[in-house]
């Protein structure tokens, strides 16, 4: 039995016993499962150590010690400024005495820091202003069109995505009661909340298909490498 | 008890095991589905297939086996268009269970379908670097601090930046002509539209699973490009390609051909949720009675 045969069997074998769990809560899952957490951990480590720990931060502060794993350190001058973040990085791990734990709250600070405030200024432009500058460029009536039943198509979706827009900024608008013409806008605006969580579940049930239709697939190739 | 109220009390594992029989038959027949291409999928398509022969495509798998199934149809598809057009592709990721996933591509797509392709001339694996959003916005400015060489790939041993050709023109990620990202959550496609596609302008599609799709949507066609939203997208993609180089055969279809089982499964779907609701205002009929 070669090797890609063991891990052909393993890879069925856990299949099923995720699987199992469709009929009810049983060990092989719970073993399946509990496999699955160890082994994603310690794969997420051994991949941040070798592929950024040593070639982005050990490499560069001792080049000369690690030229025979990583090439690009070959003939490269220490480069002394990695040492603050190997300090962070290390205080880091004084989480695990509780004595000196206070300590780690300087690098979560600066990581905290620094992900709040790049994650601000993208989420704004891209996820605020742009999308705000491009509902109010939106033309009510379509600009360019094939024929005119495109015409008529992209002009109701433009209207739609309008009206969608104003509806629903209005149901989430709470100091001004929900009453006369601005209800009725606002029960659009329930309306379109709903059209979009519809869509989202359509969209999760077919990417709940397609995994299912991935793993039959695996397993018909199991099936097939003994009959 | 009515046949109504028997469905509406109906053990969810015939359900299941109803879904994996209307799963696994048309799996069984291997028939590619028909489909149409969306605009926003058509989209994407030209984009790539405009850019002219050299252009560099930087391609970003960032999923994990879990999501395979709906991923790699996207990848591989990418790949081959932007090869067949004599693109130079650079594949990495930010998801450490990216690695496994960019040697598939070179095994089962690039070696066998582009053998006259030469590896750091033509393709190029960047492997896997953490850093998730971070890591891409420090691209923005210096490329090579971060890859200061490749990963390699089968017997080509990793070698510094500097020594490939490849890499002789890239600075920072403005050196790009188009970024296709391949993603299944955070960081992925999002993340390169907002901290690389918008601060820099540089062209920005890809695909991402189902469930992460219509997150997306807002972003095109202004911000994104174009976008494969699961495996329908996947399969719209697929059948450009197939449609317009056919010598790359049954190989190309995979997407399609799971189209066709995904279709069967909705429609079952679609019938179970018809009934359950039949069900539910039949007996709320009789109650009122």
């Known amino acids: 039995m070669d090797w890609s045969t063991v891990q052909l069997w393993v890879g069925a074998l856990l299949t099923l016993m995720i699987f199992s769990f469709l009929y009810k809560d049983n060990p092989f899952y719970k ?13 997420w480590m051994v991949q941040g150590f070798w592929q950024q720990i040593v070639p982005n931060l050990l490499a560069k502060l001792a080049p000369g010690s690690f030229e025979n794993i990583i090439e690009a350190a070959r003939g490269q001058q220490p480069e002394l400024v990695y040492i603050i973040p190997l300090i962070l990085g290390l205080i880091l791990l004084t989480r695990l005495i509780p004595s000196i734990a206070w300590f780690s709250r300087w690098s979560m600070a600066f990581i905290i820091g620094y992900t709040a405030g790049s994650n601000l200024t993208r989420y704004l432009v891209s996820d605020f202003i742009k999308q705000v500058e491009k509902t109010l460029a939106l033309p009510l009536v379509a600009t360019h069109a094939d024929n005119w039943l495109q015409w008529i198509m992209y002009s109701v979706s433009n209207l739609v995505v309008f009206g969608g827009v104003i509806c629903g900024l209005i149901y989430f608008y709470f100091s001004k009661e929900h009453t006369g013409a601005f209800g009725r806008a606002s029960r659009a605006g329930i309306w379109v909340l709903m059209v979009a969580f519809g869509a989202s579940f359509g969209y999760t049930v077919m990417a709940r298909i397609s995994l299912l239709i991935g793993r039959l697939e695996f397993l018909g190739s199991w099936i097939r490498s003994f009959i | 008890m009515g046949f109504l109220e028997a469905l509406g009390r109906l053990d969810r594992r015939w359900i299941f095991l109803l879904i994996a029989v209307s799963v696994t038959i048309p799996l069984l027949l291997q028939r590619p589905a028909p489909v149409k291409p969306s605009p926003i999928v058509r989209n994407l398509y030209t984009a790539i297939d405009a850019l002219p022969p050299g252009s560099k495509l930087l391609l970003s798998l960032d999923y994990g086996p879990s999501t395979v199934p709906e991923n790699d149809p996207m990848a591989h598809a990418i790949a081959r268009h932007a090869l067949s057009k004599d693109l130079k ?71 510094p930046v500097g020594q490939i050709p490849m890499m002789s023109t890239i600075r920072t990620i403005k050196d790009f002509d188009f970024i296709a990202g391949i993603g299944s959550g955070q960081p992925g496609l999002k993340e390169w539209v907002q901290f690389a596609g918008d601060p820099t302008g540089t062209p920005v599609g890809g695909g991402v699973t189902a469930v992460e799709a219509p997150l997306l949507y807002p972003y095109y066609p202004t911000q994104l490009v174009g976008l494969l939203g699961g495996l329908a997208g996947a399969a719209e993609y697929e059948a450009l390609l197939v449609e317009n180089h056919p010598e790359f055969g049954e190989a190309a279809q995979v997407a399609l051909i799971r189209m066709f089982p995904q279709t069967v499964a909705h429609l079952v779907i679609v019938s179970f949720v018809l009934l359950g609701n039949i069900s539910y205002f039949a007996q709320r009929g009789r109650r009122r009675k």
């Open chain 1, 31 to 43: 073993f399946a499962e509990h496999l699955f957490v160890g082994v994603s951990a310690a794969y």
């Open chain 2, 89 to 159: 592709l650079y594949v990495m990721t930010i998801w450490a269970t990216g690695p496994p996933l960019i040697t598939n591509l070179f095994e089962t797509v690039i070696v066998p379908g582009f053998p006259g392709k030469t590896y750091g001339e033509d393709y190029l694996n960047l492997g896997y670097k953490v850093g998730n959003q971070g890591l891409i916005q420090s691209l923005t400015s210096d490329f090579r601090n971060q890859y200061t060489q490749d990963v390699g790939w089968g017997d080509i041993a990793a070698r």
